[in-house]
């Protein structure tokens, strides 16, 4: 069964720190891009940052550039997000995503289910 799962996920005060993951199964991540995107309440889904399959090339959202790093592990068919400095507007549930194509949201191909992230004091 092609799925991925993310974890990592909680309650976390201002200013904390998060390490999302996000684990393939089913597939191998070698040949996606993986990408990372949030749905906050009452809000579209959006982009956070994107992975190249090499590894080489990340993009980020100017809302997090500065605070969030994505890695991935190949060996481990994992993806990360590193978190930090959040704020209350990084609340939302983060989903991870691979793309044999890129990160755009129409080249999605597998989605995984969402972990939520809140973020308050």
């Known amino acids: 069964q092609v799925q991925l799962v993310e974890s990592g996920g909680g309650l976390v005060q201002p200013g904390g720190s998060l390490r999302l993951s996000c684990a393939a199964s089913?597939?191998?991540?070698?040949?996606?891009?993986i990408g990372w995107f949030r749905q906050a309440p009452g809000k579209e889904r959006e982009g956070v940052s994107c992975i190249s399959i090499s590894g080489l090339r990340k993009n980020y959202a100017d809302s997090v550039k500065g605070r969030f790093s994505m890695s991935r592990d190949n060996a481990k068919n994992t993806a990360y997000l590193q978190m930090s400095s959040l704020n209350p507007e990084d609340t939302a549930v983060y989903y991870c995503?691979?793309?044999?194509?890129?990160?755009?949201?129409?080249?999605?191909?597998?989605w995984g289910q969402g972990t939520r992230v809140t973020v308050s004091s």
């Open positions: 995503a691979a793309s044999l194509v890129g990160c755009d949201y129409s080249d999605i191909d597998y």
């Open positions: 089913g597939f191998t991540l070698d040949y996606y891009h």
